[in-house]
């Protein structure tokens, strides 16, 4: 079956540094994968989709890559700040109607 | 209001009671999703709606049954839950169901069964 798995369950940084985090999925081939955000009492907000015929998809400080060859999604943010402490989940599509999604990566940047 | 709204934010039950959850979406999408979120566990999809209609139930117990009365409406009704059942419910929507099409998160009704 499939499996998804988000290597660290806390990653902590300091402030201006780069965070990269890692997602490994197993068992199938998604055509995308899309990473959300989330923070404490609230649901998860949407960032950024990369389909598996982009290496590399950019939005502000964030970056994301797809290697289907190696079944792996890094996430990294640059220059980070402490409010981009949040967990982030990785989320493969599923199946026709669904994402599976990761455990998520706590980060926390220390100022 | 904007988003996806959902009702109440915090709830606690009796194994015995029946209760009901609810979701709104203001956003004109036409598919709605139930995911449940334990700690230390990943989002676990309940149930899928695309307009109005279920397309997709994971093996969930039917003492959670879902009601999807309108493309922004979506409920998720409780009786007899066991205490394992307590756990974050989120609701999301999409603009269509599959294909590259995000989601967007409700705040979620945190489950407490005593």
């Known amino acids: 079956s499939q499996k998804i798995e988000q290597n660290s369950e806390a990653l902590n940084i300091q402030e201006g540094k780069t965070a990269t985090l890692t997602c490994n999925y197993t068992?199938?081939?998604?055509?995308?994968l899309q990473w959300y955000r989330q923070d404490p009492g609230r649901g998860p907000v949407f960032l950024l989709l990369?389909?598996?015929?982009?290496k590399e998809k950019r939005k502000e400080r964030l970056k994301v890559t797809f290697d289907t060859t190696l079944k792996q999604s890094l996430f990294h943010i640059t220059a980070s700040q402490p409010a981009d402490s949040a967990t982030y989940l990785c989320?493969?599509?599923?199946?026709?109607?669904?994402?599976?999604f990761g455990t998520g990566t706590r980060l926390t940047v220390i100022p | 209001e904007t988003g996806v709204t959902q009702t109440p934010r915090h709830l606690v039950m009796g194994m015995t009671n029946k209760k009901s959850l609810k979701c709104e979406q203001h956003?004109?999408?036409?598919?709605m999703y139930w995911y449940k979120q334990s700690a230390k566990k990943p989002l676990e999809l309940m149930f899928v709606?695309?307009?109005?209609?279920?397309?997709e139930n994971n093996s969930v117990p039917s003492r959670f049954s879902p009601e999807c009365p309108n493309s922004s409406h979506l409920f998720l009704h409780l009786h007899t839950l066991q205490p394992e059942d307590s756990a974050l419910y989120l609701c999301?929507?999409?603009?269509?169901?599959?294909?590259?099409?995000?989601?967007?998160f409700g705040p979620g009704t945190r489950l407490t069964v005593l």
């Open positions: 999301a929507s999409s603009q269509e169901v599959g294909d590259y099409n995000e989601q967007f």
């Open positions: 068992n199938y081939s998604p055509a995308y």
């Open positions: 990369i389909r598996e015929n982009e």
């Open positions: 989320a493969p599509q599923g199946g026709a109607n669904n994402l599976f």
């Open positions: 956003l004109g999408h036409n598919a």
């Open positions: 709606y695309s307009l109005e209609e279920r397309v």
